[in-house]
Nanobody, 127 residues
Framework: DVQLQASGGGLVQAGGSLRLACTAS????????MGWFRQAPGKDREGVSF????????YYADSVKGRFTISIDISKDTVYLQMNNLKPEDTAVYYC????????????????????WGQGTLVTVSS
């Protein structure tokens, strides 16, 4: 079974930075996408950022472009999300997710497209 272990959440002031990490275990396939969703209280879960192992293509939600950077260490099956210039509206529970993809696919970013999920990690940005 694929398991995802997320870490790195916490409390930070607006303008600060955090780095989330998610390590996958039990992955036996080569081509996959991995990344982060988030869900704030009373809101739907939204895709934040994802990366594909096929060609390192990425997806960023408009709200985080220029502030967040996703990267992957395939040797460790670990994806990182560097979050800079954090804003109070970034406050949410962040969920790591992964799914098998084909090399011809664009990077998926909708919740239903992901098969494997980790536990959430809370990010709180104070104003």
């Amino acid at each position: 079974d694929v398991q995802l272990q997320a870490s790195g959440g916490g409390l930070v002031q607006a303008g600060g930075s955090l780095r989330l990490a998610c390590t996958a275990s039990g992955i036996s396939f080569d081509d996959y996408a991995m990344g982060w969703f988030r869900q704030a209280p009373g809101k739907d879960r939204e895709g934040v950022s994802f990366i594909a192992t096929t060609d390192d293509s990425t997806y960023y939600a408009d709200s985080v472009k220029g502030r967040f950077t996703i990267s992957i260490d395939i040797s460790k099956d670990t994806v990182y999300l560097q979050m800079n210039n954090l804003k109070p509206e970034d406050t949410a529970v962040y969920y790591c997710a992964a799914t098998i993809i084909s090399s011809s696919w664009s990077v998926p970013y909708l919740p239903y497209e992901y098969s494997y999920w980790g536990q959430g990690t809370l990010v709180t940005v104070s104003s």
